[in-house]
């Protein structure tokens, strides 16, 4: 009997989502959930600041492929290989390759990951920005350091040469 693993499946560029919800619909149709069980697009979260708003925003970890568990056979290989926006198997010629089961917890871990998004802030050493709320609001400076992980800015403040931190989210570019 053969074993379930994980394949990596190519799919046209923006059609991962659609893909996945295709082929889970295949298989309730074609009733292959004995073969094929699990159909993941791998995603991140992260906190974007831009302009000094900050949003939530998903990304593709691969974009343009998709992991689907499965036991590959010709039948289970038919039903993925022919679902709408698939292109094909990641391997070598026809043979799709699976993934090796340390490439597999690898990945499968990196993706339940369910810590804070990460943040990612527009602002960068040298920039100009002027503090917007707290005990030093309307004071300007210059960018020394961004810690992404916390979301501080290291300032040097304009006309006094003295060194502030500040939250990304209190500060304006200027």
Known sequence: MDERRWYVVQTYSGYEKRV???????????GMQDKIFNVLVPVENRRVVKEGKSREVTRKLFPSYVLVEM?????????????PGVTGFIGAGTHP??????EAERLLSSVEKKSEPEIEIDLKPGDM??????????????????????????????????KAEADYQSLEKI
Do not use: C, F, Y
């Open 71 to 83: 036991i590959m056979d010709e039948k289970s290989w038919h039903a993925v290989r022919h679902t």
């Open 129 to 162: 920005v002027r503090i917007t709320s707290g005990a030093l609001k309307d004071h300007a400076g210059s960018v020394m350091e961004v810690n992404a992980k916390n979301g501080k800015i290291q300032l040097l403040l304009n006309g006094n040469g003295i």
């Open 20 to 30: 996945e919800a295709d082929l889970r619909k295949r298989i309730d149709a074609m």
């Open 97 to 102: 390759m699976p993934l090796s089961k340390e």
